[in-house]
């Protein structure tokens, strides 16, 4: 088959290579439609990943497809079943799965390579993190449910009340979910750097978009909406130390602060110790997701109660993966539809 893989930094490269074929408790998706995720831009600009894998490795962790090949001893499945899989599984029995916290279980099975044309799902991932999807759901929203996971486990994580002034800081993908998520019940402020995505967060429900290349003094105007306070909450969805260090001082006494975007490896932040205590921050990340979340994004996604194709740029052939990286990294789509 034909599948890209990652052999460094800014290094992808579409090979050919055997079919897989599955073991006991696994199955092989045929894949029907790989999102671009602003995690894999980052991991092909840093050129591997703390976590997911370590290079020369098949590529890619969003998609939805159907069950070409069942391993032995998988029962509930069939042959032609319309599926998404996670890109991990807890392994449900560590010293955090047991306190269900799930994102944290130092045995998570990742799972990488749906830039292809199929995909072989691990056991723990079939038995916890692999759903059916409605006839009618298209692969490209399908195949959205894991970041959007990750961003309801971050909502869930950030202390958000009714009616509260919320901050996120960032108008990529992620971002942009956050506000959709959020904009129902909270007024949010987005921050961001593009024109057109601001556009589309206003679409999704924020209250204002602000672009920082026009407006950089961020804390100072979130205060001034605020009544000189700061923000209830604040989200930073860009993975920029800088940022993280806006995000704080965006914050009012009493808040929560989600540093949700994960940063190069070996960087670190400033933290002003007297607003940390005297203000009573609660800044917290939150990584990854839960089988609870993925369960819960791909309900919210066949719902389509939230317009999340605004977020499809455009569709590509497998082919065109290493531009669309491209375009990525210059801003010019979000979230692109790969068809292999």
């Not at 800014?10 to 050919?16: F, G, M, N, S």
């Not at 991932?125 to 195949?143: G, S």
């Not at 556009?199 to 978009?209: F, P």
């Not at 969805?237 to 006494?253: F, L």
Request: proline share 6%; hydrophobic share 40%; glycine share 8%.
């Amino acid at each position: 088959m034909l599948a890209a893989l990652l052999y460094g930094q800014e290094d992808l490269r579409l090979e050919e290579v055997s079919d897989p074929t599955p073991a006991a408790g696994e199955v092989v998706m045929q894949v029907g439609t790989a999102t671009t995720c602003g995690t894999d831009l980052k991991v092909w600009r840093r050129g591997g990943h703390a976590r997911m894998l370590i290079p020369p490795t098949l590529f890619g962790h969003e998609a939805a497809g159907q069950i070409i090949a069942l391993g032995a001893g998988v029962t509930n499945w069939q042959v032609g079943d319309r599926i998404v899989a996670n890109n991990s599984a807890p392994c449900m029995k560590c010293f955090f799965c047991q306190r269900q916290e799930y994102s944290l279980c130092p045995n998570l099975t990742w799972n990488n390579g749906t830039f292809a044309q199929y995909l072989k799902i691990p056991a723990p991932i079939v038995e916890h993190n692999m759903l059916q999807i409605p006839d009618e759901l298209p692969w490209e929203l399908a195949a959205m449910t894991e970041p959007l996971a990750c961003v309801l486990h971050g909502v869930a994580r950030s202390n958000i009340k009714p009616k509260d002034k919320v901050v996120v800081l960032g108008d990529g993908a992620i971002g942009l979910m956050f506000v959709a998520a959020l904009s129902e019940t909270t007024e949010v402020l987005l921050w961001g750097g593009n024109n057109h995505r601001l556009e589309i967060g206003q679409k999704l429900g924020a209250t204002q978009t602000f672009n920082y290349h026009q407006i950089p003094e961020i804390p100072s105007v979130v205060k001034e909406l605020t009544q000189g306070w700061g923000a209830d909450v604040v989200i930073e969805a860009t993975g920029v130390p800088s940022v993280w260090e806006t995000a704080i001082a965006c914050a009012r006494p009493g808040a929560t602060v989600n540093l949700f975007g994960g940063c190069p490896r070996d960087t670190s932040i400033t933290v002003n110790t007297e607003q940390l205590h005297y203000s009573e921050l609660t800044i917290k990340s939150v990584f990854h997701n839960t089988p609870e979340y993925v369960r819960s994004a791909l309900a919210l996604i066949a719902s389509r109660k939230i317009p999340f194709e605004l977020l499809i740029s455009e569709q590509r052939p497998l082919k065109d993966l290493e531009q669309v990286f491209s375009d990525m990294k210059a801003r010019k789509v979000i979230k692109v539809p790969m068809i292999p």
